[in-house]
Every structure is written in C-alpha cells, then in structure tokens.
C-alpha cells in the first residue's frame, strides 16, 4: 500500500494515526467543493498557514483523495494539546477554592520532551503533492463532465421558444423597468411554465428591483437565471438503482406516441454501457408494432425480452417477466406499456393492476415508476402527471423532444407543482440524446450567462 493510501487508512479504519488522534474534533465543513478546493490550494503553496488549517468536509462531493487525506492530517493543527489538558492556565473548580491556602511545593521542570517521533503513515510532501495532483485530476474530470452536459444541451434546448423569447428580450438594449417584467411574464407563459411558476418568478425579480439590486440588467439576468435553477434544482435527482433489488423493476407509462418504447430502449443502452444485467417486458400490447419493436431491439442487443403477442393481458406479460428475471438473477428489468390517454378510466385502473401483479413477487416491485412525457405538450403535461399519479404513484419523470417543438417551460410547471423527480430528458431521437437531467446545463442553454451582459 502506498503511504497515502495507508494514511488514509488509518484514518478511515481506524489505524495507529486515527486512534492517536480520535479525541480531536472535525473542524467545520466548507460551504462547497470549491472550498475544498481553495483549501487544497493553500495547503499547496503554504498560504493560509499550517496545513492542518484547512478546513475540509470528509464528505465534500467530489473533493476525494485530497480531502479525505485533509482531514487525515488535520489534527496536526490541533494536535497541540489545549492548555487547559496540559495543567494551563485555565481555573478549575478545585483551584478557586484554594486561596489563601499554602501551595505546595513546585515540582522541578520536567526535562524537555523530545519531538514526537512522526506518527506511522505521517504525510511526506511527495505525498501531498500526489494527493494534490490527483485531486486536481478529480476536479478537470468534473469540470469536462459539465462542459460536456453543456455542449450537449446547448444546441437543442437554444431552439426552444423560451430560450428564444429571452434572447430576443435581453439582446435589444433592454432598460430595467416595469415593461421589462412585463416582457419576461410574457416570454415565461407563452413558453408553458405555467401561471403559478412565473408569478413567483416575476414577484420575486420585481421585489429585488425595487429594492435596487439590480445594478444594470445583466445582474437582473443573474437573478433570473438564480430563479430558474432554484425551481429544478429540487427534482434533479438522478435514478439511483438500488442494488439490494433484484431485478430492479422499472415500469414505463404514459400517454400514446410520447416515446415510452423509444426510451426504453435508450435506457437500456444505458444500463448495458453500465454493465448491467437487463430483460424487456413488451408490455405494450395494445400495438403489434411495439412488440415488435421491443424484440427487434432486444435481438440486435443481445437483451432477452419477455413478450406474450398483441393483445395480452399487460399485468401478466410483466408478471412473467418478473418471475423470470428473478429466477436468473437479472439485475434490471424494464417494462413497457401501452399508451393510454389520462382520461380513460378502464385503461388507467389497469396499471394500477400491473403494480398490484407485480408487487405479488417483490413487494416493493415496480421500483420505479417512470412516466414519459412529450415536452411539446405544454400544459396538459400537467393533467396528464395528475392523472397517470393517482393511477399508479409515478416516482420519477422523463421529459421527452425537448430538442423539437418544445416551448422549454413545462419543466418548470412540472417541477413547480408535483415536485416529483425528473430522472432523464430526451434530446433527440439517436440513443445517446436521453440525458440525465442537469438543471444548470438546460438553465444555461435556455438564458446562458452572456445574455445580458
Ligand atoms: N425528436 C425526438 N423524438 C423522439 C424523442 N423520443 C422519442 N421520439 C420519437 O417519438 C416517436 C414516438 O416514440 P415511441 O417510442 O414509439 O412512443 P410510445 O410512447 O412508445 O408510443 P405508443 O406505443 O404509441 O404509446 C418516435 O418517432 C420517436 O423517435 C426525443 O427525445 N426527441
């Protein structure tokens, strides 16, 4: 084992160097990854003093190696013991009532200690400097992971109405004035997000105004972009797939042609990249063609896919399909079905069927419930998410041809009134344009940075 890594260790598992240290206390976290970094910096160059001065969180997302070796070496700063532990200054209870009272005899000095000798996997420069670099890597590969999202975001989502209304306002020397909220009212309904969303958003900006925040325009920007984020950042949560789950179930609904079977079949390149174990239940077996579809991509994948022919009962198509995945210890299995219109009863009862069916076999089955929905349906978007809910508990979202006709708005309507996670975003119809959702990223393409600037 490298020295590093036996000093972290040590530090994690307890090693000679923790134990030593156990009683010292974790000094407090940064606010962000950037602090860590800024931390990482001074320890570097011998700014901001003793290294063990750097304040770190073992937990920083990202901050890695480095900070894990931070917080290992941080109680070298506190490894001073307090003067009050070493017989200090510091009255205690028993010395202030000792007035008056005679003092005994003072102990000659004790001879001068000798330095500690270094403690086991004590922290050589060389280490530092290793741990430094290789955290310096971490932050460059995250740093490329965004520019990535960006680029990938950038193009399809600029062409939405939203993205072009806002272009079109803050490009033509727009003056920071009440006609300038009324125009960004405008540009937010007519791109679909919604009454309630765009009255908060538009209240707040005029609240801030009117105090004299904003210095010019590009700060109002700045304060609008801050509003966009901070609606999607709380549905923003990636699908995690549990591993205790075997097989994963993630069951695929909504309404007809938003791209449910399309998206399985991208997410399950995704999971296959990902070295996942995967089997397809063809539930959709309303229309011949989906079967057909899911087989013919499960053939040319090498996924084995579960199908009972057109007009199967779906909740035991997925029933067999479970059962079946079980017994070969599939880690994920994805069902599709048909698509059916939130307002016809005898449809939407039959996936709450499927959930009941399969929550036979694992009771904690579907996982996941995804619900599909085209992003150019503007508000009905939301009737649909109501009704598809009450139906069959929808866990997370995906946002489907946001890179066509889209207005770009419906997210923030979704996000604002169901609050329920928005897994993956559709991009396009090659397999790798469903993305993952990344608020900044579509935040950027919709009003990027430089708009007002
Ligand atoms: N531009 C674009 N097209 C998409 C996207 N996702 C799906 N599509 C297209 O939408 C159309 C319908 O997709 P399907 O996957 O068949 O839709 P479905 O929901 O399974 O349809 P039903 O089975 O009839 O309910 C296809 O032409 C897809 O290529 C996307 O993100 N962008």
Known sequence: MQPVEQGLADA?????????????????????????????????????????????????????????????????????????????????????????????????????????????????????????????EEKAAREAARAEARAAYAEPVAKSALARGFASLFTRNAKLDENLLDEIETALITADVGVAATTRIVDDLRTRMEAREFPDVAALVRALRGELLALLAPVAKPLRIDEEARPFVVLTIGVNGVGKTTTIGKLAHRFQREG????????????????????????RNDVPVVAQGQDADPASVAFDALQSA????????????????????????ELGKIRRVLGKIDPRAPHEVLMVIDGTTGQNALNQLRQFNQAAKVTGLVVTKLDGTAKGGVLFALAREFAIPIRFVGLGERIEDLREFDPEAFVDALLPESIGA
Do not use: Y
Request: overall charge positive; charged content about 20%.
């Open 12 to 136: 994690v598992g307890g090693g000679p160097q923790a134990r030593a240290l156990g009683h010292l206390q974790a000094g407090p976290a940064p606010a962000s990854a950037d602090d860590a970094d800024a931390a990482c910096g001074r320890l570097r160059t011998g700014r901001g003093g003793p290294a063990g001065r750097a304040r770190v969180h073992r937990g920083a997302p990202g901050a890695g190696a480095t900070i894990r070796l931070l917080s290992a070496i941080r109680p070298v700063r506190v490894g001073a013991a307090p003067a009050a532990a070493a017989g200090g200054t510091h009255p205690t209870p028993a010395s202030m009532f000792n007035f008056g009272k005679k003092k005994p005899p003072v102990p000659p000095d004790p001879a001068p200690k000798a330095a500690p000798a270094p403690a086991r996997g004590g922290f050589s420069p060389e280490d530092l400097a290793r741990a430094f670099d290789a955290h310096q």
């Open 276 to 299: 996942r174990s995967l089997m397809l239940a063809a539930g959709d077996t309303f229309r011949a063609a989906a079967v057909e579809q899911l087989r013919v991509w499960g053939e």
């Open 326 to 349: 079980k017994s070969r210890g599939t880690e994920i299995l994805i069902a599709d079905t048909a698509g059916r219109l939130h307002t016809q009863a005898g449809l939407m009862s």
